[in-house]
């Protein structure tokens, strides 16, 4: 066995440690000695994307946003789900370093994919992108952090509250989709979701394809309104 190989570290725009280290042929990201992520499990950041794009698979032009990139499972998902040649895949990604790392080290767990000229890659933060993109977005996945019980930034501690999830209600087109990923449930986030109005199903789902299968992540779906087919006599613009 191999041992473990410290590849590369960064400091997040708040001035959190990162590092990137290898193991035999998975990769895992840490913060101060914690592991946020590992390419070893990922079953339940691709069902987010799965269960998010799924209403729009017959769509001819779906604009889905991404809110971090990771280690791009979340993203590829989205892409296989959505395999038409007008969707657009945006993700918003607060450290530059991470996408560098996803087109170096690790570019074998997703060869291609951020070659794909639908896929846009915007070293911005999720909220600053919401804010600039009114009604715009069939799909918004939030795969941040722990979820709602943020632990890396008060960047992300504001995308869960009640003014950001208006934010992200704003950026959605009627009928989209706002799906939010946690490694925990959180009754008071889905009364936040419901109180500004989001129509919300909570979903729990293996955090792996393999190994502890007893082992659940929670999934929000919550839905704005109705969808308004852009291709009708009369639909909305």
């Known amino acids: 066995m191999k041992p473990y190989k410290k590849l590369a570290e960064t400091l997040t725009p708040e001035g ?3 590092e990137l280290y290898q193991h035999d042929d998975s ?8 592991r946020l992520m ?6 339940s950041e691709e069902e987010l994307a799965r269960m998010a794009c799924q ?3 017959s769509a001819r032009q779906p604009v889905v946003l991404i809110g971090g990139l990771g280690m791009c499972f979340t993203l590829s998902a989205a892409v296989e789900s959505l395999g038409q040649r007008g969707a657009r895949f945006v993700v918003a990604e607060l450290t ?3 996408l560098e790392w996803n087109q170096t080290y690790m570019k074998s767990i997703h060869p291609g994919l951020l070659d794909d000229s639908r896929v846009e890659v915007r070293i911005k933060s999720v909220q600053k992108i919401m804010a600039e993109s009114p009604a715009v977005f069939s799909a918004i996945m939030l795969d941040v952090d722990n979820g709602p019980s943020a632990f890396h930034g008060e960047a992300n501690d504001s995308l869960y509250t009640l003014e ?3 934010l992200a209600k704003n950026a959605l087109k009627d009928g989209g989709i706002l799906a939010v ?3 925990y449930s959180d009754p008071k986030y889905t009364k936040l979701l419901r109180k500004a109005g989001f129509d919300v199903s909570v979903v729990e789902v293996p955090a792996a394809h393999k190994g502890r299968k007893n082992r659940l992540h929670t999934i929000w779906l919550a839905k704005k309104g109705e969808y308004v087919s852009q291709h009708k006599k ?3 613009k």
Not at 27 to 34: A, E, K, T, Y
Not at 38 to 43: E, F, K, W
Request: proline share 3%.
């Open 55 to 57: 209403p729009f698979r």
């Open 234 to 236: 009369g639909a909305k």
């Open 164 to 166: 950001g999830i208006h």
């Open 38 to 43: 590992t390419s070893l499990a990922h079953g």
């Open 16 to 18: 959190e440690s990162l």
């Open 27 to 34: 990769f895992f990201i840490s913060s101060n000695g914690q």
């Open 96 to 98: 530059s370093a991470i």
């Open 181 to 183: 990923w946690s490694a």
